[in-house]
């Protein structure tokens, strides 16, 4: 049997990056002469990339966005994050100690975001998180991305694991859609980036810190899953 393969969202999961995607955000929003969003605002428009992101906001003021300015508009938020990474994003308390009891067991790790794949991968090494991760797939990786569920197999499968010996986790909607639609076990943290508490997405397990995802817990939930 293949190595247990534990598949991580990022952002809102894995790394607290929302002050610098609502940095850019708002950025991008001032050079689209909208106003800026606070917090509150901010967590109902993340969670599919920084397109979405710029069409939520757009929406939310009543604005139209038409493909070019969006396009443009993109280029602008994608431009201002990148030359900003890592910027003041750092990992939740307790991923650096729930990387380690993992991998000490044996499993391999992996990430599946609606990131920009070229993003995630500088983010990870900045914060010299890269060799711990057998995979790093974005939005771009292939030709589909979260909620299909493709994304998350595939990338399990890239990182030498099996679907069928699997979990996920990750903050939102999205993140526990894509596992549903898998068959994987998906624990869903309620710290991350969603207007909606996770509770009402039905995952696996819900937990509020890193510490709570213990081999005990994945065991039973691929096991569970297996029958």
């Known amino acids: 049997m293949s190595r247990p393969t534990i598949v991580f969202d990022l952002d809102g999961t894995l790394v607290d990056t ?29 969670g599919n990339g920084g397109r979405v992101m710029i069409e939520r906001a757009f929406a939310a003021q009543n604005r139209p966005l038409p493909v070019e300015e969006h ?14 990474i890592p910027g003041r994003s750092q990992p939740f308390p307790g991923v650096a100690d729930a990387i ?3 991998e000490r067991d044996g499993y391999l790790l992996a990430i599946c975001t609606n990131k920009y794949e070229a993003n ?3 983010l990870i090494e900045s914060l010299g998180l890269s060799r711990h991760f057998a995979a790093n797939c974005g939005q771009d990786t292939f030709p589909f ?5 493709r994304h998350l197999t595939e990338t399990i499968l890239r ?11 990750g903050d939102s909607r999205t993140d526990i859609d894509t596992a549903k639609a ?15 508490h996770v509770r009402e997405f039905d995952p696996s397990v819900i937990v509020s ?15 569970a899953a297996a029958l």
């Open 120 to 122: 995630s991968l500088a």
């Open 209 to 223: 810190h890193f510490d709570e995802i213990t081999l005990d817990l994945a065991r039973d939930l691929m096991s």
């Open 100 to 102: 380690a009891r993992f």
């Open 145 to 149: 991305r979260k909620p299909d569920p």
């Open 159 to 169: 990182a030498g694991g099996d679907p069928r010996h699997a979990l996920m986790v």
């Open 18 to 46: 929302a002050p610098d995607l609502m940095d850019s955000l708002n950025h991008t929003l001032a050079v689209g002469e909208l106003a800026a969003v606070d917090e509150a605002a901010f967590r109902r428009f993340v």
């Open 182 to 196: 898998a068959g994987i076990p998906v624990v869903a943290v309620d710290f991350g980036y969603t207007d909606r």
């Open 71 to 84: 396009d443009r508009l993109l280029g602008v938020f994608l431009e201002h994050y990148t030359d900003n």
